[in-house]
């Protein structure tokens, strides 16, 4: 599944071109993916701007009657957007494109690509991401000023019981972070991602707080992270694959002290830690 840096990617990679274009029509393909909850708009919607909140992809727009909406995108697990020039026939597994024309003039077609449809775009009037109610309950975004050391301290202790993987995986708590990150993160601050909330010590989530930023710019530095399914908005992959020091790559020896890599079912999830670097 795309996790924060993914989706900031991708909402990167397609804002350049998709600026200030004009949707002309929206064209679905397999029923369920697409649901206009809008209650009608007039064709053709100009492109706003493009945001994200956690692992959703948001797109403002503005209808030919001047109505404000807004389009939102997650891709679970196997979803992309692929913004083509239009020529070519939409690759298979394509549900849902979005014709449009660009601020140049030039035809393009946004494409919403899912083996597994999984996925799901929604249609709002207005500009207010919480309408949705996935959205509205979404934690702090984890590079904004609202998530600090105290605020992570905070949610911490507000789960004694789960694990701190677990903490940092609840979207309540934290926006974007999925099973990649809050590996990378937790090896960072040299915690073991099996020990309970109640052990975590003040400091150890002040560490925790700058390792989680610092592995989430990483990751957009780099792109994202591409083993199997993502691509960014223009077919892309990333490179942090590369870097990564402990997801995917059980029983490799660590890149800190040589010990091989663990791997154990923490949260419902694999997880891979280093079981001299991280207590």
């Not at 960072?188 to 989680?212: C, F, N, T, W």
Request: glycine share 10%; proline share 5%; charged share 25%.
């Amino acid at each position: 599944m795309p996790e924060l840096p993914e989706v900031e990617t991708i909402r990167q990679s397609l804002s350049e071109r998709l600026g200030s274009a004009r949707i002309t029509r929206i064209e679905q393909r397999f029923p369920g993916v697409f649901s206009d909850l809008s209650g009608g708009y007039a064709l053709p919607l100009t492109v706003e701007g493009l945001r994200r909140r956690g692992k959703y992809l948001l797109i403002d727009l503005c209808d030919d009657r001047g109505s404000p909406l807004i389009l939102i995108l997650h891709f679970r697990m196997t979803g992309k957007c692929l913004l083509t020039d239009g020529g070519a026939e939409p690759a298979a597994h394509t549900h849902v494109s979005l014709f449009a024309e660009d601020r140049d003039g030039a035809q393009c077609r946004l494409d919403y690509n899912d083996v597994r449809r999984f996925g799901r775009i929604w249609l709002f009037s207005g500009r207010d991401e919480t309408v949705h109610p996935t959205i509205r309950a979404l934690g702090p975004e984890p590079l904004s000023d609202q998530f600090t050391a105290d605020s992570l301290w905070q949610s911490i202790r507000r789960h004694p019981q789960p694990s701190v993987k677990a903490i940092l995986l609840n979207q309540a708590e934290i926006a974007g972070i999925g099973n990649i990150y809050a590996d990378e993160a937790l090896f960072l601050a040299g915690i073991r991602p099996s020990r309970r909330g109640r052990s975590i010590r003040k400091y150890e989530a002040v560490r925790l707080h700058q390792a989680i930023r610092d592995v989430l710019l990483l990751g957009i530095g780099h792109r994202g992270t591409s083993f199997r399914d993502y691509v960014d908005g223009l077919g892309r992959q990333g490179s942090f694959q590369q870097v990564l020091n402990v997801y995917g790559r059980s029983g490799a020896p660590c890149r800190v002290c040589g010990t091989p890599l663990q791997t154990a079912t923490v949260a419902g999830r694999t997880t891979r830690s280093c079981p001299v670097c991280q207590k």
